[in-house]
């Protein structure tokens, strides 16, 4: 497999297969970020095909400066917003990061465990996780999403999302404490594990 600067730069070069390389790469996760923006499978895959015409003729501003995957998802991001007619996604910056709740690592584990390339699989962990984190805000999801199946830090998520740390840290406390709840709500540890 191809190296993804490799990629990168072949398509700076004007290579158009190279796009269709770094498509197959990354499309599953720009659809689930765009997927927890707009929550309509459709939508979402608008979202992807618009994502990659605008990584095709932004290309050029990339400078290697970041990592790659940062650069495509603030373009997912500022995509979504779009097409939500939205200037920003509004979000109380008063919150403060509290101590984390020990009873939230359980699920914690649960979600490192989450694939996201299971998407569509029969009755699971996954479609369940899917469901629970649906049922979440905006941008609880989508900092869920990005921490734990993108596997971005928290300060590539502020640079995407544009965020104060604080913020980013409070929507993934508050919102691994929200799936704890959705999801005690309807099934014991032991059916989810």
């Not at 979440?136 to 998520?157: A, K, P, R």
């Not at 929200?178 to 989810?192: G, W």
Request: charged share 30%.
């Amino acid at each position: 497999m191809k190296n993804e600067s490799d990629i990168i730069r072949r398509l700076q070069n004007g290579n158009e297969k190279a796009l269709s390389e770094l498509m197959k790469l990354h499309q599953d996760y720009v659809f689930t970020v765009a997927y927890r923006f707009v929550k309509n499978r459709e939508k979402a895959e608008e979202i992807t095909q618009d994502v990659f015409i605008k990584v095709y003729r932004k290309i050029d501003t990339y400078q290697f400066h970041s990592k790659f995957t940062t650069w495509l998802y603030t373009i997912v991001y500022r995509t979504s917003l779009n097409l939500l007619g939205k200037k920003n996604i509004l979000i109380n910056e008063t919150d403060q990061y509290g101590e984390e709740d020990s009873s939230v690592t359980y699920f914690e584990r649960l979600l490192n465990k989450f694939d996201s390339s299971l998407i569509n699989t029969e009755f699971d962990t996954n479609k369940i996780l899917w469901k629970a984190i649906d049922r979440l805000s905006i941008m609880q999801g989508l900092c869920i999403t990005l921490f734990y199946l993108n596997q971005f830090s928290i300060d590539e998520i502020c640079e995407i999302l544009k965020l104060p740390a604080n913020t980013v840290k409070t929507n993934l406390h508050r919102g691994r404490k929200k799936l704890k709840t959705i999801l005690l709500r309807q099934y014991s540890k032991e059916e989810i594990l």
